[in-house]
């Protein structure tokens, strides 16, 4: 444990037996089987707070580990990452996923990831800047001033667009074809809260509307993306995107033969999956945010228009909008998308004492530890500042705030995300003024789901900038 990076000391308790660390003896949402509905994130904040930094609890006949502490999550993501497969969610989410790099193993995950990283290197990102502005720019051309525009619809068809022409440089043209892929990924991502199930196997089968609605938004993407690979694979050639990287790839192991479709397809529906909602919650979130704060809005307002007077930005205004860096950061610390990271344990270990069994689940809750008081003081106000060069705490762990996740799992997406996020807040902020609705709540009700999504929406009024 890396107890150097931090002068907040682990708070490890005893347990009710040498055997387990404390924790509550019964969580009647996770008894019911609603991990992922009602309210989680309450549950998992409760816990670290009655509990301390290492809780323990069973679902079912399975051992739960609730990682609450930066030292206890650095060590879990990095130091002891061989010890662990990915969470038993994504071993279960193959049903539908396939093999694609989020819920593939080792020695396959490795070799896609290494495969795939080249379309997300700096210098590729910053040919995305282009795409990213001119899109972020376009996406408010049908806004009419002084109505209310459900911000969330709209930033899910923009991280759309931006993560399919980017990445696999296709146009979805009208606004129709966006809100069909949209829902269909919407109702597909309905798969991975039931994937958790115990039986989920058997749900899977029963001709449930849910289920129904599962297989048909995924047939839909199946069929976007088989059609993507058809067409490339008629017209072969290098489009400098991922889709030609995983196409003109030669074999996983270099020796036998290019990647099967099958693999392409997994990888493809992945990304697309992985980059598109994630991206747009926090977005969605950072703009609710800026409508509840004027003085914050009018600051990054005032960069925004500094930097980019009246053109479309790219990748080169980036680094010129640290405003702008530091709201998307501060919605992802207060509304983290990726909310839970989990892990599964393969070989038994030790921590702070406490034997790890073998198929535990260890969970570091990004929800939790990015609202601790010990690391973050006022932790419910937000506060960019605390993102800024001069605003920075340099007695804070590394892992108080990790977003992205860390180690050979961190977010592939990353650089892109943070460029998005900049690129897009800083072009509605610059053009448009937002405003709550009349009788809005203070807090954005959330919806802690397989990610943090915005529980209603996020309706707000927008008006032109003159
Ligand atoms: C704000 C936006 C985003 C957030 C907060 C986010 C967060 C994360 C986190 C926490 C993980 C690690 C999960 C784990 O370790 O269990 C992850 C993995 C991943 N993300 Fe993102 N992500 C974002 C955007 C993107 C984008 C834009 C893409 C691609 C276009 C992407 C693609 C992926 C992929 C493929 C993985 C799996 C990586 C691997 O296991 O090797 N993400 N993301």
Same mark, same amino acid.
């Given at each position: 444990?890396?107890?150097?990076?931090?002068?907040?000391?682990?708070?490890?308790?005893?347990?009710?037996?040498?055997?387990?660390?404390?924790?509550?003896?019964?969580?009647?949402?996770?008894?019911?089987?609603?991990?992922?509905?009602?309210?989680?994130?309450?549950?998992?904040?409760?816990?670290?707070?009655?509990?301390?930094?290492?809780?323990?609890?069973?679902?079912?006949?399975?051992?739960?580990?609730?990682?609450?502490?930066?030292?206890?999550?650095?060590?879990?993501?990095?130091?002891?990452?061989?010890?662990?497969?990915?969470?038993?969610?994504?071993?279960?989410?193959?049903?539908?996923?396939?093999?694609?790099?989020?819920?593939?193993?080792?020695?396959?995950?490795?070799?896609?990831?290494?495969?795939?990283?080249?379309?997300?290197?700096?210098?590729?990102?910053?040919?995305?800047?282009?795409?990213?502005?001119?899109?972020?720019?376009?996406?408010?051309?049908?806004?009419?001033?002084?109505?209310?525009?459900?911000?969330?619809?709209?930033?899910?068809?923009?991280?759309?667009?931006?993560?399919?022409?980017?990445?696999?440089?296709?146009?979805?043209?009208?606004?129709?074809?966006?809100?069909?892929?949209?829902?269909?990924?919407?109702?597909?991502?309905?798969?991975?809260?039931?994937?958790?199930?115990?039986?989920?196997?058997?749900?899977?089968?029963?001709?449930?509307?849910?289920?129904?609605?599962?297989?048909?938004?995924?047939?839909?993407?199946?069929?976007?993306?088989?059609?993507?690979?058809?067409?490339?694979?008629?017209?072969?050639?290098?489009?400098?995107?991922?889709?030609?990287?995983?196409?003109?790839?030669?074999?996983?192991?270099?020796?036998?033969?290019?990647?099967?479709?099958?693999?392409?397809?997994?990888?493809?529906?992945?990304?697309?999956?992985?980059?598109?909602?994630?991206?747009?919650?926090?977005?969605?979130?950072?703009?609710?945010?800026?409508?509840?704060?004027?003085?914050?809005?009018?600051? &990054?307002? !005032?960069?925004?228009? $500094?930097?980019?007077?009246?053109? *479309? /930005? +790219?990748?080169?205004?980036?680094?010129?909008? @640290?405003?702008?860096?530091?709201?998307?950061?501060?919605?992802?610390?207060?509304?983290?998308?990726?909310?839970?990271?989990?892990?599964?344990?393969?070989?038994?270990?030790?921590?702070?004492?406490?034997?790890?069994?073998?198929?535990?689940?260890?969970?570091?809750?990004?929800?939790?530890?990015?609202?601790?008081?010990?690391?973050?003081?006022?932790?419910?106000?937000?506060?960019?500042?605390?993102?800024?060069?001069?605003?920075?705490?340099?007695?804070?762990?590394?892992?108080?705030?990790?977003?992205?996740?860390?180690?050979?799992?961190?977010?592939?997406?990353?650089?892109?995300?943070?460029?998005?996020?900049? &690129?897009? !807040?800083?072009?509605? $902020?610059?053009?448009?003024?937002? *405003? /709550? +609705?009349?009788?809005?709540?203070?807090?954005? @009700?959330?919806?802690?789901?397989?990610?943090?999504?915005?529980?209603?929406?996020?309706?707000?009024?927008?008006?032109?900038?003159?």
């Amino acid at each position: 444990m890396n107890t150097a990076t931090t002068t907040v000391p682990v708070d490890i308790r005893p347990g009710k037996s040498n055997a387990y660390p404390p924790g509550p003896p019964f969580l009647p949402r996770l008894l019911s089987g609603r991990l992922f509905t009602g309210t989680p994130t309450t549950n998992m904040t409760a816990a670290a707070r009655e509990f301390g930094d290492l809780v323990h609890f069973k679902v079912f006949d399975r051992h739960i580990y609730q990682f609450n502490h930066p030292d206890l999550v650095e060590d879990l993501l990095i130091k002891d990452a061989a010890k662990h497969s990915r969470g038993i969610v994504m071993q279960r989410a193959k049903v539908v996923l396939g093999e694609g790099l989020l819920t593939s193993e080792e020695p396959l995950h490795m070799r896609q990831r290494r495969l795939m990283q080249p379309a997300f290197l700096r210098q590729r990102i910053a040919a995305y800047g282009e795409v990213i502005g001119q899109n972020a720019a376009d996406i408010s051309t049908n806004w009419r001033s002084g109505t209310v525009i459900d911000l969330h619809t709209e930033m899910l068809e923009l991280a759309l667009r931006i993560v399919g022409k980017c990445l696999f440089d296709l146009d979805v043209q009208s606004r129709e074809e966006v809100l069909k892929i949209s829902a269909a990924v919407d109702a597909f991502m309905g798969f991975l809260p039931l994937a958790l199930l115990p039986f989920s196997t058997l749900i899977q089968r029963l001709p449930l509307p849910a289920m129904r609605r599962i297989h048909s938004g995924k047939a839909q993407l199946d069929s976007l993306i088989y059609s993507m690979i058809r067409e490339r694979r008629a017209a072969p050639g290098d489009r400098g995107d991922l889709l030609s990287m995983l196409l003109n790839a030669t074999d996983t192991e270099g020796n036998s033969g290019s990647m099967t479709d099958q693999q392409v397809h997994d990888e493809c529906l992945t990304i697309m999956l992985a980059g598109h909602e994630t991206t747009a919650n926090a977005l969605s979130f950072a703009l609710g945010l800026i409508a509840q704060h004027p003085d914050i809005q009018q600051r &990054l307002h !005032l960069e925004a228009a $500094a930097v980019l007077g009246s053109r *479309t /930005p +790219t990748a080169d205004d980036y680094p010129r909008l @640290p405003y702008a860096h530091a709201v998307f950061a501060e919605a992802m610390r207060l509304y983290p998308p990726v909310w839970v990271t989990a892990r599964t344990c393969e070989v038994p270990y030790q921590v702070a004492g406490f034997d790890i069994p073998k198929g535990a689940v260890l969970l570091a809750p990004q929800f939790v530890i990015h609202r601790d008081p010990r690391f973050w003081p006022d932790p419910l106000r937000f506060d960019p500042q605390r993102f800024t060069p001069e605003g920075k705490d340099p007695a804070r762990p590394r892992f108080a705030y990790y977003p992205f996740a860390a180690g050979s799992r961190q977010c592939i997406g990353e650089g892109l995300a943070w460029m998005e996020g900049a &690129l897009s !807040l800083a072009t509605i $902020a610059r053009d448009w003024l937002l *405003t /709550p +609705t009349p009788n809005a709540p203070t807090n954005i @009700p959330i919806n802690p789901a397989i990610s943090l999504r915005p529980k209603n929406g996020v309706p707000l009024q927008v008006h032109r900038r003159p």
